[in-house]
C-alpha cells in the first residue's frame, strides 16, 4: 500500500524573528501534569501486564484521571492536610482473556500508588490521598477492532509535531526541569508542583514561575523571602547561560505579605487544597505549552501505545519533525510535521502525512522532498520502535 | 495604567494558500463535549445564584467533569443500556457567606441534570446515568484574592484568538452544527454524538464523519446502510454550497457489515459504552479544533466569568480578532491575538497583549497600528461586557 | 431427607406480665429504613427481570446500601437542601448468562429511583440525591451452588421468628402506620422520617415520637407547635383503642424553643442533613425492634428470596410462630421458633428447627408437638411460596 | 435528679435448661467485623485528635462504613486479586473550631489504613484496598446539643445487656479468637476470616466453623485437607476444656472437593471476593450475636462516647449485669438489664433503668433490690469512666 506524503514548503516568520512568544511548562507536581503521569503510568504497567502473560499489548486506554483538590492548612514550621485529595482512575482495559481474570484494576492502583510515592517527597500517600478506580471493560466493538492481524487506528484523529525548539521553548523546559531536579535536591522547600511562563518581547525573556513552598522547611516570613530569591538567581543564571537575550524572573508575584499571603503547602503540590487537575489540559507531547505552534487536543499520556494515533502520531510526528531538521544541515530552519489517521485503517497508513518547511533563505525546499519522504517511510514502517521505546520508558509524553 | 499592546506584521503563507488543513469539531454529544457543556451549565447556574443573593458572582470554578462511559448493548430494533455512565462534577466554589449556607451542590446537580435532559433526546437520564458532585470550598488564599474592589487574574496564564475561519472551518463547523440540528429533527435515528473531521488536501476538502446511530430508530442492516447514505448526500449537500472546491464525505468508516459491526447505539452517544469524557479535551472556545492554528490549552468552559482568564482572554481574543478583520475592509487577511495575564494583576490589564496581522499584498500592516490599539483598548475597558453575554447565554464555549 | 423439629415448652414470664417493655418502629423515612427498602425494591427488580428472562431467579444479594446524609438548611416556610444526600447500592449479581449481558445496575437504579420519588412527597429526587450504584458480580463459587437443581443454603445462618405481638408492640408499629399513612395523607407538614419508641412500664405505655416536620408547609413556631399538638392528640387517641393501660405520648422532645430548636427539615427526612443509614441496622423483618425478643442480626432487605436463609428463615419462622398461636386455640400464650441452616444444605431442610412455646396455664405442650411439627414440615416443604408472596410484594420485610 | 430504677424478677427457664442454644461470632476478618473495626478506630482516633486539641471529645458519629467486596482469584500456591475492596468511611464529625480547621479526614484515613495493616496478615493494603472517605460535618442542631456543660443523650434509643456468658456462649467467643490469635500465629494458613456458629442441642455443642485460607500458604487440595482436619482436631480440643457436654465440630461444609471448591483466598478475606460489609450488622458489643438473649439494634462501632447512648447503654448494661452476678455470690442465675434514654436528657439519667434477675431456686430477688440499685447509680454516675477506658483501648465493642 502506498503511501501520500505532502511536503510543502511555509512561508512564515521564523519563531525567532517574531516579535512576542508564549510559551509554559507545567511541571511533574502540577494537578494536570500528576493526571498525566498517572495515566501513563497506569497505561505502561498494564501494557507490561498484557506483555509478560501473552505477548503482545491488547487493548486498553487509561488516558483520564480525575483528581480533585484536598483541603490544607499550611503554616511556616509545618502544616496538616486536612481532607485527603481524591484520584479517581478511568478508563478502559481487556480485563479478562479466555477464562482468565485480569489483575487490571489492582495492577493500575499499584502503579499508580508507587508512582505518587516516588515523585513527591513531601506527600504521604497513605493519608493525603484517597485513590480509587473506576476502569472496566472496553467497548466490545472496540475490541474486536483489536485483535486483528495488523494494527488499526483506533480513531479518527490527528498528531502534530516540530522542530526545533525555539530558544525560548528550550529555556521554558529545561529551567522546570532544574527546578524539579537539582534544585529540589538541594533547596528541599521548593514542592515539584511548579509552573514556568516564558514570555519573550523581542529580545526579552520574561519567566514568571509559580513555585509551591512545602511548609515544614520554611520557618518563617524571612525565609520564605530568602527562597524566593534564591529561586530568581538560580533561574536566572541557569536560564542566562542558554542565551545572550535578557533574562527577567518573576518568582510567586501572587504573594502579598501585608496580607500574610504566600504560595506555602504542605505537601509541595497545590492539589492539596482544592487545585483539581485532569489529563490531557497540561504540557503537549513535548514537554511544553506553545499556542504559538501547531498543537493536538490528544492526550498522549495514558494512551496504548500500539493502535492509539492520539499517541503515537504526535510523538512521531516530533520524531520525523527532528529527523528532517538533523539531516538538512541548517538548511530547513524550521519543520512542521502532520499525521492524520483514519479509524479502521492501519496505524502505519496515515490518511494524510504532511510537512511544511521554512527553508533558509535562498534554499529550495523542493531538493529535501525524496530524503523528507523517506524519512517519513521509515518512522511508518518502523512504527512498533515507538512502541518499544515506551515500554521502555526512554519516552516521555507530556 | 497604560496598557502595553503590541501589533506585527506576521509573515505567513495565508491559511487558504497552505497545501494541507486539517480541522475537527467534536459535536455536543461526543463526551469531551458533553463534560465541556455540563462544566459550562454549572459554572452559569451559580453564578446566576451569586448574583441573585448577592448581586455579584462569587468565586468558583467548575472546569472539570468527569465522565466514566457506562456498558450497553445496542442492537437493531432497541438495545438496552446495561451499567449507567458515572458522571462526577468536580470544582471549586464560594460554599458560604457569612452564616449562610448556599446551595452549592444541589445547584449543581440540577443544572447537570437538565441539561443532560435538554440536549439528548435518546437519554434516559433516570435510569442511564449516576450523576455525582464533589465541589467544594476552593483555597481560601484564591478566594481571598477575589473579593478585592477590582478584578485580579486568578492565574498566569493566556488566551489566544483569531480572525476569520477559514472556508474548511466554516464548513467543519456548520455541519456538525446541521447534523445536531435540522438533520437530528429530520432523522431522529441520528445520534447527537458526531465528530466531523476535515483534511483539506489543495481543492479537496474530505470530510469525515462519524454519527453514533439510535438503535431503536433502525429496524437493520439495510435501514442503517440508508442513514449513512443519507447522511453521506446530505452533508455533501449541505458543504457544497460554501466552496467551490470538491467535497468528499466518508460516513462511519469503522463500519464493517461483514463482521455486523455499525456505530450502533442505545442513546445516541458513545459514552454508553465505554467511552469516557473530561472538560478541555475537546474544541476550543471558537468551537474547533486546527492544530494549523494558535491554541491555548485552557478550558474555557466552567470556568468563572469574572478572573478566570483561561476563559475570558481565550474569547476576548476572538472577539478582538473578528473586529480586527471586520474594521480593516479586506486589508487585512488574518489576524492572531494573544492575551497573557500575570496572577494577581487586574484582569484588564494583561501582562502581554499582541496582535499578528498577515496583511494583503501591499498593505502596509502599520497604518492599522491606532486602530487596533483602539479595538484591545475597549475590549479591555468593557471586559464585563463578555461577562455579561455569557450569563445571558449569548456565547458558546466550545 | 427427614427433617429435626424439636419442640419444647418455654418456663417464662408471659410479655404482658413483664413489667418493663421496650419496642421500637422506625418508620418508613428514617434513615435505616430507606436503606432497608431501597435495598429490598432492587433485589425485587431484579428478581422479577431474572424471572422473566430466564423463568427462575438468578443469584444476587443486594443487601447493602450506604445513605450518607446530605446538607440541608431548613427554615418556616420553606428552606434548602444545599448538598445532596449521597446513596451508594451495593450488591451482587448475576450480570451475564451465557452471552447475553444484563442492564443490571440500570434496573437497579431506575427501581431505586422510583422508590424514592413513590415514597417521599417532599424529596426533588432530581436534585437532592445523587445515587450511584457498585453492585457487581458475585463471587464465582457462590454462583455456582447456585446453579443446582435444588436450593442450598447459601450461608451457616439463623432465622427466628415469634407470635403473637404484645399490645405494646402492636400500637408502636401501627401508630407508626397511622402516622405515615392517615395522618401524613391529612397532615402534609408530617415528613415520613418517623419514630416511634414505646417502652412500658407495667400499665402505662408512654410512646416517644420524633416527627421530621416539613419546612414549607408549617408558617412558623405556633404552627410547629400546634402540629406537635395535634400529633400528640391524634396519636393518643389511636393507640388508646388498643388497650386499658394509661397511654402518655411525647413528641419530639429534643425541640427547645429557646434556643429556636425544632425537628425541622425540607424533605421530612433526617438523611437530608447529616443522618447516614445502612441496611440491617432497623427494624426487624416483623417491623420492630424488641430487644426483649429473639431477634437475628440478619438484614432481611435485599436479599435474595431463593437460597438467602439469612432473609427466608427470619420470615418463615414468624410465619410458623404464627400458625401455631391460631392453631391452638388460646393454649400456647407464645411460640418462639428458631431455624439454623447449613451451608451447602438445601434451604428446605435448616440444621436446626426449634420451637419454643409457653404454654397457657395446665395446658401440657407435648400434646401439641405434632401438630406443632406438621406446621413446619408443611412451611419448608413449600417456601417456594414465599418467595412468590415475595415477588408479589405482598410481605414487608422491615 | 433521682432515678427511677426497676428491679424486676423473671420467671424463665436458665439458658443451660433450655434444650436449643444458638450462638454466633463473626471473627475480626468477616466483612461486617471489619466494617466495626474501621467504625471504631476511626471514633477513637477522631477522639483522640479532639482530646489533645481541646481537651474534650467533640461531637462525632463514624458508626458507618460501607466495604464492596472486591474480586478475586484464588488458587493453591497463591493467587491473585483483581479488583480491590472499595471501603467508604461515612459519618459525622466537628470539622472546624473556630478558625481552626481540623485534619478529620485525613486522621481518619490514616487510623483506618493503619488497622487493616495491623490486623490482616496477607492483605497488601496498598493495592488490594481502595479507602475513601465522605465523613463531613454533622448537622447543626446536634452539635448544638452536644456543646453544653451535661452531655445531653443525642438519641432515644435503648441498650441491653446480660450476664453472665452460658457454656456455649463463651466456648464459640473464646473459639473464634483461639482460631484469630494462636492458631493464626501458629498455621499462617488460617486466614482471619472466620465464622463460628455454635448450635447446642441439649448436651451436644455443634460448632460450625468457615475459615478462609491463605492461598499461598496451601500447597494444594491435600495440603488444604490436613488444614481442615488441624482446624478440626485443634478447635475440638480446645472446646472441650469449657465443657463435660459433646462437642462436634465442622469445617468449611460448603467445600466440595469433586467440584474443585474449596473456602480459599489470596488474603484471608471473603471481602476479596465480592463480600459486602457493613456496620452492626455482626457481633454485638458483647463479641456475639444471640438470638435467645436481649439484643439492640443499635450499632456501638464508630459511635461517639460522651453522648451516643446506642453505644454507652450497651456496654453499660452489660457491666451493670457482670457486677450484679458478680456481687450475689450465685443467688442470682441470670441478670438482663436495659436502659432507655430520651433525647435530650443527661446520658446519666435514663428514662428507662431496668434488671431482670433469674434467681437460683429459693432465692427472694428483693433482697437485692438496693445492692442492685447501687450498682446501678456507681455506673450512671461515675460514666465517664466508660469513656475512658474506650480511649485507653480497654473496651471491645464487636
Known sequence: MERRIVVEKLEQTPKEDQQIELVERKAIGHPDS???????????SLSRMYMEKYGKILHHNTDETQIVGGQAHAEFGGGLVLEPIYILLVGRAVTRVGN???PYRTVALGAARKYLQKNFASLDVEVDVSLDCRISQGSEDLRGLYETSEDLSNDTSFGVGYAPYSETERIVLDTANYINGQLKAEFPAFGEDVKVMGARDTD???LTIAVAMVDRHVADADEYQNLVSTMKEKAHDFATKYTDRNINVYVNTADDPSKDLYYLTVTGLSMENGDDGSVGRGNRSNGLITPGRPMSMEASAGKNPVTHVGKLYNLLSTRIANDIIE????DIKEAYVRLLSQIGSPVSHPFVADAQLI??????VN??????????EDHLDNIARLKNDILADK???F
Chains 1, 2, 3, 4 share one sequence.
Not at 539531516?327 to 541548517?330: D, P, Q, Y
Not at 527553508?359 to 529550495?364: E, F
Not at 531538493?367 to 517519513?376: G, H, L, P, R
Open 34 to 44: 500528576i493526571a498525566d503521569g498517572l495515566s501513563e503510568t497506569v497505561s505502561r
Open 100 to 102: 482468565d481474570r485480569l
Open 204 to 206: 526579552d525573556i520574561n
Open 327 to 330: 539531516g538538512t544541515g541548517g
Open 359 to 364: 527553508p533558509a533563505p535562498g534554499v529550495d
Open 367 to 376: 531538493k529535501y522532498n525524496s530524503d523528507v519522504t523517506a524519512i517519513f
Open 395 to 397: 519516552v516521555t509524553v
